[in-house]
């Protein structure tokens, strides 16, 4: 009788294991396909060739292209991964191979403290420092006139996002070189920073990487800190201290608000849609590039 | 004996409060294999990483006394610690190929002191494998990772890499622990051939092991050096209760 009771327990909790784990295989392809059924309409209107690359965004007229919201994204992500990159990898490095214990260990919540700084803090941060520091000082420096509100305040904003969440990834990959293999190195006469130029950094490379490619899909997506200081203007941008207006600021926007207007729901979710497939697609990428990388070690 | 190309003077180590090496006197042969024999953590692996300086990367390390290499002392804080390393050849526990080609790995510590043309490097890699007993089984792979060698393979390949910087010392921590029997003997072989040219300093806790191999012993026990000398003497005619005891195996 007893033993009859735990075997049933025993289906009931392995079946339920099951199903959570099904919930969250379908999670993911049930979003894609709610977005991919809304903004099927304006794909077969408009047709997709037009949505990405038509700049002309008159919705009213029922004219959606998106090219102006696409290339706003690329260049605030790309700037935002160029500046924190390299702060990210010798912060890594510091704490890793030069700093003292001690240091690390208070480094790691200040860490953590960044990375859980709501996002809309950043946001409110960067209208008040980094905005007048674009308009006033960059600008000016490079040769351009800017309000502050820009790609470029975007792009600062972002990589400072960005930091807490690579370097902590960065750190964790380089506490996994074997501490033999830089002795290794020493050993044979090489300097603390050529070891860890050719040794660490060649060994964690596709780490790094993925640690990179990780921050991409984040900063992608990224939508109130940017939102609030990139200026949001619908245009293509034609240096980075003009105004842009990422995809994830349109949709936070407007969905809501402007969906009086045939078509417009539909528009946003093919936004949204861009949006997934990017992350998704950078997902994958730096999953192969990892397996390539380490099939070549 | 010989001028000691090591010796070491009244050396104590500490980690924080630890006290592991205590008041270390040895001197070190040259052109010979020189065992530092004792049970584990007596302080072997700390006493050969003392002497290439390794040490210093652990946090809260004390040390005094002196370590002469070539009568120069190297544990003062001006010398030139790379050029100290350059002179050791470093063979740890478990091999710990670097993260590039066969070639690359026995190239690395060249083309660091600035030998880099591929030309030049290719006949000294060349012969620096075959020191190390390697070159036959790997001449047609040298462009594979040195991760997919065996263990005894990387092993040989790390002596390999060690040699090529042309160092005058050997330093092997339990080089063959790691290793399967057959492998373990090629690299006592290859010590045995290579006195000629170097000093080797094998640290073991691996009885027969040195009595195999050994011209010279020093027998440590809880971070102090209980008695030293020449292998024959050390096993026929042990003087100190401890090395007797140790000898009976009263330790393992």
């Known amino acids: 009788m007893y033993l009859k009771a735990r075997k049933i327990k025993d289906r009931i909790s392995g079946g339920w294991v099951q199903l959570v784990l099904v919930f969250v295989f379908v999670l993911p392809l049930g979003i894609l396909a709610s977005l991919l059924y809304k903004s099927w309409l304006i794909m077969q209107t408009t047709g997709i060739g037009d949505l990405l690359f038509s700049s002309v965004w008159r919705p009213l007229a029922g004219e959606f292209g998106f090219f102006p919201f696409i290339i706003s994204s690329i260049w605030v992500t790309i700037l935002g991964l160029l500046i924190t990159a390299p702060i990210c990898l010798f912060t890594a490095i510091y704490l890793t191979y030069y700093g003292s214990n001690r240091l690390s260990v208070f480094m790691r919540p200040v860490i953590d403290i960044l990375a859980g700084i709501p996002s809309v803090i950043y946001g409110v941060w960067g209208v008040l420092i980094i905005i007048p520091f674009t308009g006033r000082f960059l600008a000016p420096l490079f040769g351009y006139e800017s309000t502050g509100f820009s790609i470029m305040a975007g792009g600062l904003v972002l990589a400072i996002m960005l930091i807490p969440f690579i370097l902590n990834i960065l750190i964790e990959i380089f506490r996994t070189v074997p501490v033999e293999q830089y002795e290794a190195s020493l050993s044979l006469g090489a300097t603390q920073w050529e070891s860890i130029k050719h040794v660490v950094v060649r060994r964690s490379f596709p780490g790094i990487v993925s640690a990179f490619a990780l921050g991409l899909s984040r900063a992608f997506g990224e939508t109130i800190a940017v939102l609030m200081v990139v200026g949001n203007v619908v245009g293509v941008p034609e240096n980075l201290f003009q105004p842009g207006y990422p995809l994830p600021a349109l949709i936070a926007n407007n969905y809501g608000e402007m969906l009086s207007i045939p078509m417009f729901d539909s528009a946003l979710m093919f936004a949204a849609l861009i949006l997934l497939v990017v992350v998704v697609f950078f997902n994958l990428l730096s999953r192969f590039v990892i397996i390539y990388l380490e099939k070549r070690q | ?252």
């Open chain 2, 1 to 252: 004996m010989n001028q000691p190309i090591i010796s070491i003077k009244n050396l104590n180590l500490y980690f924080g409060k630890q006290h592991v090496l205590k008041n270390v006197n040895i001197e070190i042969p040259q052109n010979k294999v020189t065992v530092i024999l004792g049970p584990s953590g007596c302080g072997k692996t700390s006493l050969l990483k003392t002497m290439n300086r390794l040490v210093d990367l652990h946090e809260n390390v004390k040390i005094s006394g002196q370590v002469f290499l070539d009568n120069e002392d190297i544990l003062k804080d001006n010398v030139d610690i790379t050029r100290i390393r350059k002179k050791m050849g470093l063979l740890s526990q478990k091999p710990s190929p670097l993260p590039m080609t066969i070639f690359n790995n026995v190239a690395y510590g060249m083309r660091i002191n600035g030998i880099k043309r591929k030309r030049k490097l290719r006949p000294l890699v060349q012969k620096h494998l075959i020191e190390a007993n390697l070159w036959d089984e790997v001449k047609d792979r040298m462009n594979d990772p040195a991760s997919r060698l065996s263990i005894g393979q990387q092993q040989r390949l790390c002596l390999a890499r060690g040699l090529a910087v042309n160092p005058e010392i050997i330093l092997a921590d339990e080089p063959t622990s790691a290793l399967d029997p057959l492998s373990s003997t090629i690299i006592e072989k290859q010590f045995v051939e290579l006195k000629r040219d170097y000093t080797i300093v094998l640290v073991t806790h691996v009885l027969r092991q040195a009595r195999r191999i050994a011209d010279y012993i020093v027998f440590m026990y809880l971070g102090e050096v209980i008695e030293q000398g020449p292998a024959n003497e050390f096993f026929e005619n042990p003087r100190e209760e401890k090395t007797k005891a140790y000898l009976k195996g009263a330790f393992n």
